[in-house]
């Protein structure tokens, strides 16, 4: 990631920030430099800003579907802040960060929607409010992107898990990827289903067949 990107980025979070948070303007810096620390770790080849990036962009196209986006907008910061390939509880943890993060410079009711929109991308949970099935969604809405970008991302998530053996990536990841074929849809929202629902299991499906798993 380039610095013009970084620096915009930086801009866009620090507005964010302080239009949420009760404290120290420079906070806001200190926190972005947080976050571009964790992000920035050796080893993230998927799990970084340009995944953020990404579902930022995409959160800016339902901005009108949802009251209020700046919950679902800090989630998206904050929700792979921690990520261990060999760890369980990434969600838990980077929800733990942006609550230490916010301290007391939001209110109560914020910092709690903010870390239940971490919790739902866990694997495997359901999302349960309109927020959290468009939270879900936009962690997910890589899957319909063109084969060529899929391809490159799907790459990039094997790159992360360098513990596994081939074959046993490729069966955990085709477990994880029928799953979502098992599904009446694979996403969970309207919106995401018009936009991306037939590209995303052609990718997925395309994907299975090519690791001999479909």
């Excluded at 340009?50 to 949802?66: F, W, Y």
């Excluded at 943890?93 to 903010?114: E, N, P, Y």
Aim: charged residues 25%; contains cysteine; glycine residues 4%.
């Amino acid at each position: 990631m380039n610095g013009h990107v970084k620096d915009g980025l930086r801009s866009e979070f620090m507005t964010l920030w302080r239009a949420v948070a009760e404290d120290e303007p420079a906070n806001a810096g200190r926190v972005f430099q947080a976050l571009l620390d964790h992000y920035s770790q050796p080893g993230r080849h998927y799990h970084n800003l340009d995944h953020v990036t990404h579902c930022l962009d995409q959160s800016r196209l339902v901005e009108g579907l949802l009251a209020d986006v700046r919950a679902l907008d800090l989630a998206i910061w904050f929700h792979d802040s921690v990520y261990d390939p060999l760890a369980s509880d990434n969600e838990a943890k980077s929800a733990v960060l942006f609550r230490d993060l916010a301290g007391r410079a939001m209110t109560d009711s914020l910092v709690d929607d903010v870390a239940r929109l971490i919790l739902v991308t866990k694997s495997g949970q359901v999302p349960r409010q309109a927020d959290e099935a468009f939270m879900v969604d936009i962690d997910h809405s890589s899957f319909g992107l063109p084969w060529e970008p899929f391809l490159a991302d799907s790459l990039a998530v094997r790159a992360e898990r360098t513990h596994l053996t081939d074959e046993q990536y490729s069966m955990q990841q085709s477990r994880m990827l029928m799953g979502l074929l098992d599904r009446e849809s694979v996403f969970a929202t309207d919106f995401f289903r018009a936009r991306y629902e037939h590209i995303a299991r052609a990718n997925i499906s395309r994907y299975l067949a090519m690791i001999g798993r479909h």
